[in-house]
């Protein structure tokens, strides 16, 4: 059972974007931490660097989170997109196999893509003051009209329909779970869990960057969030989001 994440719900039939309203209320001194934003519609969700998150009404899990990690200095925020990560595909592994965190934190099964992850910090002097943590899971949709490469549901994947209340239940008590771990200083289970969870780890791939296509092996992620790829000439390549592309 979820302590933190989910003890408060706000229901909404439709909105815009349930990070819009959950960063519009973040800064409100009545707003407990773990406070959920669950919408049964987007209008027009946002994923990463105003990629736009295609959803049918009614069949997917769209939720944000509201976080106060004052705790966690602002070189660490990546550490809250880790938990996340692992809590969303957590939750999504109580439904199927072959689940993985593609860096930084869509969730795959397979080379399919199933979840995303939209994180939005204000800082706090040398900390981070609120989070707000998008999830979006396709959990029912069967048809996908947008010109995403590789969207799947957990309905197209298992063949099954699910009530959504119990999905987000699950969601809570995985985020919760990990959210501990990060409170209580735990920073070596996170990290390890993650990159046992990540996407391509130690597998040599082809990926390409602002030199081109090249074979490498995802050897980590840095302290600050960035991708560690050793190429097969023996360099060693960190990148932030977007500077490189897998193949």
Same mark, same amino acid.
């Given at each position: 059972? &979820?302590? !933190?994440?989910?003890?408060?719900?706000?229901?909404?039939?439709? !909105?815009?974007?349930?990070?819009?309203?959950?960063?519009?209320i973040?800064?409100? %001194?009545?707003? $407990?931490?773990?406070?959920?934003?669950?919408?049964?519609?987007?209008?027009?969700?946002?994923?990463?660097?105003?990629?736009? /998150?295609?959803?049918?009404?009614g069949? #997917?899990?769209?939720?944000?989170? $509201?976080?106060y990690?004052?705790?966690?200095? $602002?070189?660490?925020?990546?550490?809250?997109?880790?938990i $996340?990560?692992?809590?969303?595909?957590?939750?999504?592994?109580?439904?199927?196999?072959?689940?993985?965190?593609? /860096?930084p934190?869509?969730?795959y099964?397979?080379?399919?893509?199933? &979840?995303?992850?939209?994180?939005? @910090? =204000?800082?706090m002097?040398?900390?981070?003051?609120? =989070?707000?943590?998008?999830i979006?899971?396709? *959990? #029912?949709? @069967? *048809?996908?009209? =947008?010109?995403?490469?590789?969207?799947? %549901?957990?309905?197209?994947? +298992?063949?099954?329909?699910?009530?959504?209340?119990?999905? *987000?239940?699950?969601?809570?008590?995985?985020?919760d779970? /990990?959210?501990?771990?990060?409170?209580?200083?735990?920073?070596?289970?996170?990290?390890s869990?993650?990159?046992?969870?990540?996407?391509r780890?130690?597998?040599?791939?082809?990926? %390409?960057?602002?030199?081109?296509?090249?074979?490498?092996?995802?050897?980590?992620?840095?302290?600050?969030?960035?991708?560690?790829?050793?190429? +097969?000439?023996? &360099?060693?390549?960190t990148?932030?989001?977007?500077?490189?592309?897998?193949l």
């Amino acid at each position: 059972m &979820a302590e !933190i994440i989910g003890r408060k719900i706000i229901k909404l039939s439709g !909105i815009d974007s349930t990070n819009n309203y959950a960063t519009k209320i973040a800064g409100n %001194s009545n707003i $407990v931490e773990g406070t959920l934003v669950l919408a049964n519609e987007q209008f027009s969700g946002r994923g990463q660097v105003n990629n736009i /998150w295609e959803s049918e009404a009614g069949a #997917n899990v769209l939720v944000s989170i $509201v976080f106060y990690p004052v705790f966690l200095p $602002v070189h660490h925020q990546f550490m809250l997109s880790k938990i $996340v990560s692992l809590g969303v595909a957590g939750c999504v592994s109580d439904y199927t196999g072959g689940v993985k965190v593609k /860096w930084p934190n869509d969730i795959y099964v397979g080379e399919k893509k199933v &979840a995303g992850i939209l994180i939005e @910090n =204000s800082i706090m002097g040398m900390n981070i003051g609120w =989070s707000v943590a998008g999830i979006g899971i396709n *959990v #029912n949709q @069967n *048809v996908f009209r =947008s010109n995403a490469p590789n969207p799947v %549901s957990l309905a197209q994947l +298992t063949g099954r329909k699910f009530h959504l209340p119990e999905v *987000v239940n699950k969601l809570c008590d995985h985020i919760d779970k /990990w959210y501990k771990f990060l409170k209580e200083g735990d920073d070596e289970a996170v990290n390890s869990a993650y990159i046992n969870s990540l996407y391509r780890f130690g597998t040599e791939a082809a990926f %390409s960057d602002n030199e081109g296509s090249y074979r490498g092996t995802i050897t980590g992620v840095n302290e600050i969030g960035q991708l560690q790829i050793r190429k +097969t000439s023996g &360099a060693l390549s960190t990148y932030h989001f977007k500077e490189v592309i897998f193949l």
